[in-house]
């Protein structure tokens, strides 16, 4: 900390917190089910204590003279708490919870609520963390600290852990990088510049229609969840041809997508695939909580293929390439420039980025949360039975996808503006579905759970 009171905001806190302004970011929100009543006053307690073991969480982004930094907040004692919402319906009253829209000037960086129905022996617990401070690998783990806390207070009350003081350097991961290793990333990104204008197939606006939608953005939230048997089924299949879970739900996402967004034939498909970085980062005992993340655009060709095989044989080669270069490093050596601008210059930059890019289509994202293990969120030696995540719904023409695995359950879901169409998306995670092996046959019935 720059004083007892503020922090210095890292180059991605800024650029998230830009987007977050234009609607285009907000919370990840992290929906994790339990099968026993939790203690909300117990919950409230842990958020309260996380703020101060983790600074930033309590801390409101400020702009003064030019320069962006993190600012204590003086209203902890008010934001921290758990609210119970409760409902005959646990989806019912998930969803208006779910559709909160984070505001960039004023909502807290963390809060907690719990889901309650008398039909149901235990609660839901929603998690909400800012994107400007935290990725989704960060997000889970402020989720582990918080019910790690949780359970700590349950047998000792006063329990408060110390303040985190790792650094939250958005740059971090390069620091194991030699200059020559440098050049090399600034070359392959020069030789895969091209492919960077080449048409793709997705949803397109214009400036007036995008400011209008950001203002009447109806946020709408689909999931998708695979019980154990259809995932042995996927890992099954995946050990078989030699091919990661990625790589699987990418060909599925891609086949689902094909059908969803037909048109132009002729152009090809994309998804962009945000990428951990801290592969790549020097190691810390107790890492911060930050946004580390680059992205990577898998690119097939137009026709994806008559059969599943076709599709994921194109995926395969595809991030197999971007493997051999490092994996979501792709233009993030560029970035170095543009950090060290003022913070007005670059709200300018990035505000004109995204308003050029809207007559161009928007590929859709599939974030992978990665395998996570159910003890990590134990609450009381309690561990839950479900967790699904979430980004911001966006008034962009984008539906942003995101999957995580809880041992062997799979979960997917969607975050959209409801404009692109309720039928539309839950037809796509349909189709997600049919497409992923281990499928039932077409007229089993099959419906995507929906909160949104």
């Known amino acids: 900390m720059t004083d007892s009171s503020t922090l210095p905001a890292e180059f991605q806190d800024e650029v998230v917190q830009i987007l977050s302004e234009l609607g285009l970011s907000g919370y990840v929100r992290l929906l994790i089910d339990y099968p026993k009543r939790l203690d909300e006053a117990r919950m409230g307690i842990a958020v309260r204590r996380l703020m101060d073991a983790e600074p930033v969480l309590g801390c409101r982004f400020a702009v003064e003279n030019g320069k962006a930094f993190w600012r204590r907040r003086d209203d902890l004692d008010q934001i921290a708490h758990c609210p119970v919402a409760e409902s005959e319906d646990l989806d019912a009253a998930t969803a208006p919870l779910l559709a909160e829209r984070f505001g960039p000037l004023g909502s807290p960086n963390v809060s907690a609520c719990l889901i309650r129905s008398p039909n149901t022996k235990g609660d839901r617990l929603l998690l909400r963390v800012s994107h400007v401070i935290a990725d989704g690998t960060a997000a889970l783990d402020v989720a582990k600290a918080m019910t790690d806390l949780y359970t700590r207070l349950g047998s000792d009350p006063e329990y408060r852990p110390t303040p985190n003081a790792s650094s939250r350097d958005s740059f971090i991961w390069l620091d194991n990088f030699k200059l020559r290793d440098r050049l090399e990333l600034v070359l392959h990104d020069l030789k895969n510049l091209p492919a960077t204008f080449v048409r793709c197939r997705g949803l397109i606006s214009d400036r007036e229609t995008f400011l209008g939608d950001r203002e009447m953005c109806e946020p709408g939230y689909a999931i998708l969840r695979l019980d154990e048997a259809r995932t042995t089924a996927i890992d099954h299949y995946a050990h078989e041809q030699g091919a990661t879970l990625n790589d699987i739900c990418l060909s599925g996402f891609f086949r ?190 099959l419906h995507p759970d929906s909160t949104g």
Not at 386 to 415: N, Q, Y
């Open 256 to 445: 689902a997508f094909d059908a969803f967004c037909p048109h132009p034939a002729e152009t090809r498909l994309e998804v962009v695939m945000p990428t951990n970085l801290r592969r790549y980062a020097p190691l810390q005992r107790r890492p911060a909580i930050r946004n580390l993340a680059g992205t990577t655009s898998i690119r097939i060709k137009a026709n994806i293929g008559a059969t599943f095989e076709d599709t994921l044989a194109m995926v395969r080669r595809e991030t197999q390439r971007h493997k051999r270069r490092l994996l979501g490093t792709e233009g993030q050596i560029a970035t170095l420039l543009l950090a060290r601008a003022p913070f007005a210059r670059k709200k300018s930059l990035i505000h004109s980025q995204i308003f050029r890019s809207l007559k161009q289509a928007a590929p859709p994202v599939l974030t992978y949360f990665g395998n996570t293990q159910a003890r990590q969120f134990a609450c009381d030696g309690v561990e839950p039975t479900g967790l699904a995540a979430f980004g911001e719904a966006s008034p962009a023409p984008v539906f942003l996808s995101a999957l995580v695995r809880m041992g062997d359950r799979l979960c997917f879901t969607v975050s959209y503006d409801r404009k692109i169409g309720v039928p539309r998306v839950d037809a796509f995670l349909r189709q997600l579905e049919l497409n992923l092996p281990g499928a039932a046959a077409p007229d089993a019935g």
